[in-house]
C-alpha cells in the first residue's frame, strides 16, 4: 500500500525559504514520476512540479520557476520541494503525488497521478 507524508509546511513571511518533504513507503518508486500540487482557497489545484524517481529529470511550472526546486533522496525515499523567495499569493495547501512513468514526458495534471498524500499548509504572510 502506498503512502505519502507530507511535512515542513507552516507559517513565514514573504521572501522567506520553506522545505517541504513527502516520505514515500509501501513500494519500490524507481520506475515512478512524483509531483507537487497545491491548492489556495476557492482555487483548483494548481500543480507545482513533478521529477521522474529513476532518471531524476524534472519539470516545474512557470508560475514558479527560478524559485521552487524539486529533487528527490533515493536512500531516505523522500521527495523534496525547496521553496525559496516565497510570496503570499504561495499561499496554499501542498500535496505530494505519486504515479507509475507510463509517458515520456512527466505528468502534470492531477487525474494522471494515483496517489496522494494528505497535504501541508503553507502560508505567507506579506
Known amino acids: 500500500q502506498v503512502q505519502l507524508v507530507e511535512s515542513g509546511g507552516g507559517l513565514v513571511q514573504a521572501g522567506d525559504s520553506l522545505r517541504l518533504s513527502c516520505a514515500a513507503s509501501?513500494?519500490?518508486?524507481?520506475?515512478?514520476?512524483m509531483g507537487w500540487f497545491r491548492q489556495a482557497p476557492g482555487k483548483e489545484r494548481e500543480f507545482v512540479a513533478a521529477?521522474?524517481?529513476?532518471?531524476?529529470?524534472?519539470f516545474t511550472a512557470d508560475s514558479v520557476k527560478g524559485r521552487f526546486t524539486i529533487s528527490r533522496d533515493n536512500a531516505k525515499n523522500t521527495v523534496y520541494l525547496q521553496m525559496n523567495s516565497l510570496k503570499p499569493e504561495d499561499t496554499a495547501v501542498y500535496s505530494c503525488?505519486?504515479?507509475?512513468?507510463?509517458?515520456?514526458?512527466?505528468?502534470?495534471?492531477?487525474?494522471?497521478?494515483?496517489?496522494w498524500g494528505q497535504g501541508t499548509q503553507v502560508t505567507v504572510s506579506s
Open positions: 521529477i521522474n524517481w529513476s532518471i531524476g529529470n524534472t
Open positions: 503525488a505519486a504515479t507509475p512513468v507510463r509517458y515520456r514526458l512527466l505528468p502534470t495534471t492531477s487525474y494522471e497521478y494515483d496517489y
Open positions: 509501501g513500494r519500490t518508486f524507481s520506475n515512478y514520476a
